[in-house]
């Protein structure tokens, strides 16, 4: 290949880049992926699910009795009539923090999450040390989070599967009678709903 | 709570391929993640992963093995596409669109 430096080349992808670009083409010759389609799916995960859409779901099981039931008996179904459905939110299961018990969510086989509430996982959920030491020791996991609950707080770890995808609902903060859903709803971090992390009144 | 949901555009360009396939019934989703799950165990072997750069090359080399087990391609193929992919870039002049050659 020549290679004429007055007359520089395009700049060449990374190796792995490369590989996904030629992966690509060749499905796209065979008919079996339409471009207009991957973009759309960009589209969705980058811009129009993420945790917002937990947060809302925490807030209103927080201000509405009625949802509360329905969300803790059937959480994919009361989620799915709010319009949060789709892919990795087939089956979503709500596990409830208390003064007594804090739960907190892994996927130790890959990096199973409920993406039609929180999108994709942060980085540090599918690394293999947040996946190894959270069921190992979620205590210290949760330090690191700068996390640190009482000793009569139980932790209870649970293992996300494609099966079965776990959401957090956070304990609302004391002092937060007065505020609205959407109000309620702005406290609420992705790490909270992960179990990572607590949600602290303003 | 706001980083971009992919940090590299093939990142976002091998998760959506993969769903757009499950989507349409090349394999399902449970399939992924087992298979999935088994690359990243066999990499973390070795060492610890990162949830960045480790991850997605797992990710792309679990979606390769799943194409070819299902006979939908080749390793021969896949390793030719790169080459005249990397060859239309060398080839190709700053700032004109890249094409592969005919």
Redesign the interface.
Known sequence: MPHDHDHPHTLLPSDPALRVKALETLLIEKGLIDPDTLNEIINTYENKIGPKNGAAVVAKAWSDPDFHTALMADATSAVSALGYYGRQGEHMTVVENTPETHNMVVCTLCSCYPWPLLGIPPAWYKCDAYRARAVREPRKVLADFGVVLPESQAVKVWDSTAEMRYLVLPMRPVDTDGMSESELAKLVSRDSMIGTGLVIAP | ?D????????H??????T??????G?FS??E???K??AT?AAH?LSR??????????AW?ET??TV?IDAQ??ETA??TQ??E????A????????P?K?SA
């Open positions: 709570m980083e971009p949901a992919f940090s590299e555009p093939w976002a360009q091998a998760f959506a391929m769903i757009h396939l499950s989507k349409q090349v989703w449970p992924w993640a087992e999935f799950g990243l973390g610890e992963l990162d949830g960045g750069e480790d991850y997605y090359n792309i979606l390769e194409l939908l391609t193929a896949i596409m790169i005249d992919w990397r060859e870039y060398l080839s190709t002049p700053h700032g004109q890249v592969l």
